[in-house]
């Protein structure tokens, strides 16, 4: 409704918000506000704030505002104009990011660096419960009490030009078409001249993790299915004991985290609520954190005591894909470091799966050259009202993943599923009516794999198969079979996501969906 949308006014107009976040006491401020004749016109909690802000204008907007960030409770980062101080736009943060940009002769504000990437690449990241008084000219940071403080100013490393589509038709398919790319960035600033995993945070912090017991991984959406692949490849290479779970989850229950645990924090933009407050809960056990994260500044990197940076530049599209190929690459390599620093595994060991990830780039480009086979196999898919992901082992978790994307892309019912599960009630939805996409690369569970399908195959399921190359025996089961290089088993999910990704691509595309812009979605989940 009109009435609800940005920016809301005080009741006498003067005072106008704009408002990201949750204002978690709003209907006690509410009653307050309207026992003093403060009429309300919409439904929205976002409203109380320029009316909190009235009351305590006395011809200072700044004095007011700080009053009124006293008062409310929940997560906001705020945008306050007066039409007595007109010159001025004050804003403040508490738990939501708030991004200055400065630039010659104006000012910016958003909550993530690409909105604001074309104007300026020098910002404030406005620390919590911190506001500023901006001029186009001048931008100054003040405490709670009202202190001015000095704000350190950042350069975004990221090139303008990254941020255009460079002739393809969306910034998504750009986004996969640019997985090669950062891989390889990713292993250049991993890996010394000499042929050995540098990184000077994890170098700076050897004797903790050498020490280390325990992993925890917390993250949301895209980020969470990353660290759940994260889990197989730290307990395959490090032999530790892996949990994760959804930073949303974690945060409001109290996890039991034992001395000597490193807490790994994945995050694409470094802005997600729920991952920050995660953080938070964890620190409170006194235990060292890993950021995995694409910005540099970002909230989450601030948080962190040891922070990887992603590579992955901007990414434009709200879908996450180069992102998530680009976390599932550093947990990779940060599980070989601590493989080696813990003595688990030997440097011929080492050069192998280092040679292995040298080979992705190519791999990907090779599945890449091939879209226009995925893009068949999507026309011949559209009309299919639900689908089912089956993986195993390593590639569980880029069947949610691949159900994601779907659901995200084209609003088609799609879940994924440990494929040993079928029989425990999910193979019950499998019908001429539904697509069932199946992940049955080379690997120890291939035939395993191989009997799902069979068992979709007698209950008329529609398979689709990501397969290895040289697989003959394949197309003896399956009409649509998708084929990704041969590689490790252990290193196969960065070849298995691509498919996918094009598939959700593709059939949202075919449909006459914005794939950049998917319904209901934001690129950074700043607020629950």
Request: charged share 25%.
């Amino acid at each position: 409704m009109q009435k609800n949308a940005h920016p809301h006014r005080d009741c006498n107009g003067k005072i106008a918000v704009v408002h990201n976040g949750i204002i978690e006491n709003y209907q006690e401020l509410k009653k307050e506000l309207e026992k003093d004749d403060c009429g309300f016109k919409s439904q929205t909690d976002s409203e109380v704030i320029p009316n909190l802000i009235s009351k305590f204008y006395k011809g200072d907007l700044k004095k007011a505002l700080i009053k009124a960030m006293k008062r409310l409770k929940g997560s906001y980062a705020l945008g306050v104009i007066s039409s007595d101080e007109p010159e001025r736009l004050l804003v403040a943060r508490s738990d939501s990011p708030l991004i200055i940009g400065l630039g010659k002769g104006e000012n910016f504000i958003a909550s993530d660096v690409p909105a604001i990437l074309k104007h300026t690449k020098k910002v404030i990241y406005l620390e919590n419960k911190q506001l500023a008084v901006i001029k186009k000219d001048r931008v100054n940071v003040f405490d709670l009490k009202g202190k001015e403080v000095s704000p350190k100013i950042d350069t975004i490393s990221y090139d303008v030009e990254a941020a255009k589509k460079f002739g393809f038709k969306d910034f998504m398919l750009k986004e996969i078409y640019e997985q090669p790319r950062v891989v390889s960035k990713i292993l250049s600033q991993w890996m010394s001249l000499e042929g050995n995993i540098r990184v000077r945070d994890l170098d700076l912090n050897k004797d903790f993790l050498k020490e280390i017991e325990q992993i925890v991984i917390v993250a949301c959406g895209t980020a969470f299915h990353a660290g759940l692949v994260g889990k197989y490849i730290f307990e395959s290479l490090v032999r530790l004991p892996v949990w994760v779970d959804f930073a949303s989850e974690f945060r409001y229950r109290k996890p039991i985290i034992k001395k000597n645990t490193l807490l790994i924090a994945i995050s694409q933009s470094g802005e997600t609520a729920d991952t920050l407050a995660a953080v938070q809960e964890a620190k409170k056990s006194k235990i060292k954190v890993i950021s995995v994260c694409n910005v540099l500044g970002s909230s989450l990197i601030r948080e962190s005591d040891i922070n990887l940076n992603t590579y992955a530049g901007p990414e434009i599209s709200v879908a996450s894909t180069k992102a998530y190929t680009a976390q599932l690459m550093t947990l990779y390599l940060l599980a070989l470091y601590l493989a080696r620093l813990k003595q688990n595994l030997n440097e011929d060991k080492l050069k192998k799966a280092i040679s292995s990830l040298e080979k992705v780039a190519r791999g990907q480009k090779k599945i890449l050259a091939r879209s226009r086979d995925i893009k068949r196999i999507a026309r011949r898919h559209l009309h299919f009202g639900a689908f089912l992901y089956l993986g195993r082992g390593i590639n569980f978790p880029n069947a949610l993943e691949g159900a994601l994307k779907l659901k995200e892309l084209s609003y088609i019912p799609a879940e994924g599923y440990a494929a040993g599960e079928m029989k425990h009630g999910p193979i019950a939805l499998i019908d001429e009516y539904r697509a069932v996409v199946c992940i049955a690369n080379d690997s120890p569970v291939y035939d395993k794999m191989l009997s799902n399908i069979q068992e979709g195959l007698a209950r008329k399921g529609k398979i689709i198969a990501i397969a290895s190359e040289g697989n003959e025996e394949i197309k003896n089961y399956v009409k649509e079979a998708i084929f990704i290089p041969k590689i490790e088993p252990l290193f196969s999910p960065l070849f298995a996501i691509i498919p996918l990704q094009l598939l959700a691509y593709y059939i949202a595309c075919l449909k006459g969906y914005d794939v950049d812009k998917p319904r209901n979605l934001a690129k950074s989940v700043t607020v629950e």
